[in-house]
């Protein structure tokens, strides 16, 4: 059964995503989607929901959600916690990578993220109407989420009612996965309107991140790189998250998963798969580097990647929560040795 939950907080630009709406580029319409696939699907896996489940992405402070009239369960997966808070104003410290069962009436309180991007899985997933094949947001069309929009105080969603009488929720016991590092690429596709020098400057310096960031793409600031006789434009053609733009002033523009279908500046580069969520835990003023790969070490750092979260994800075991009790494992304990009759003296 379907159960009621009220945003009470909305937090900043917080947004419903799941793994984007694929196959309609062809029609101008974004991928959009989690900017960190893994680590919503690691959210999802602590609630028992399908990995490809939509749930909030906050990337600033997140928000506040009341369950109304059942019990919700939530899994919040990311570099940031929360408390649950009661109507008395009792307060109880929820960790990322657990899960909590809210009940009626009280709320899960969810802190700002403190690097990066986080995720918060709801049981049985966010159930907002699909729309070509998503849920994910993408307000610039008001396309997919809650009416298309990032998150508003008041709003009412519904998830799946959690099953309340399990007294054990799930718990991470391994680390995630690591995602610090220099960000790899493929050379191209139009590195040919780029001098030898200006790749290897491209490689060389470090890039410090622009307040111009957004889901749809991140502006690097550096010493800017010169186009060689071809120039700084080209036949408007397909683009995908990871391309790197490098326009007529020469700094380099990274699109993530909102970004538009073709464009018209050369690519000097673009970023692998397995390296597409780094840029999710980068923030304006922090600096990168990147480091050229071929295909096939790009398809090896994908598999590795992925057999990394299977790993993680193997760790996940059930705990029960301080101040529950297993009704289960009291029933089946032997808690005497013996049986009197009352009317034995």
Known sequence: MSATFEITNPGIAVSIQDFGRIGYRSIGVPLSGALDANLLSAANALVNNPLDSAGFEIRWSGPTIKAVNKPIRIALAGDIGAWLADPQGMRTQVDAFESVLVPPGQSLVIDSVKSGVAYAALSGGILVPKQLKSRSS???ARIGGH???????GDILSCQE???EIPTELKATKKWINESGDIRVILGPQENHFSPESIDQFFSQPWT?????DRMGMRLEGTPIAH?????DIVSDGVIP???QVPANGQPIILLADCQTSGGYPK???VISADLSKLAHRKPGDTLRFIK???QEAKEALNKKTELFEAWKQSIKPFLPPGSIDFIALYNSNLVSGVLSGSEE
């Open 209 to 213: 991140i622009s307040r111009q960031t």
């Open 242 to 244: 990871g391309a790197i």
């Open 293 to 295: 790969v071929n295909h």
């Open 162 to 164: 959690a099953a309340a």
């Open 268 to 270: 000097i580069a673009t």
């Open 147 to 153: 009416h298309g929009l990032v998150l508003s105080s």
């Open 138 to 140: 993408y307000p610039k």
């Open 228 to 232: 060689n006789e071809l120039g700084a």
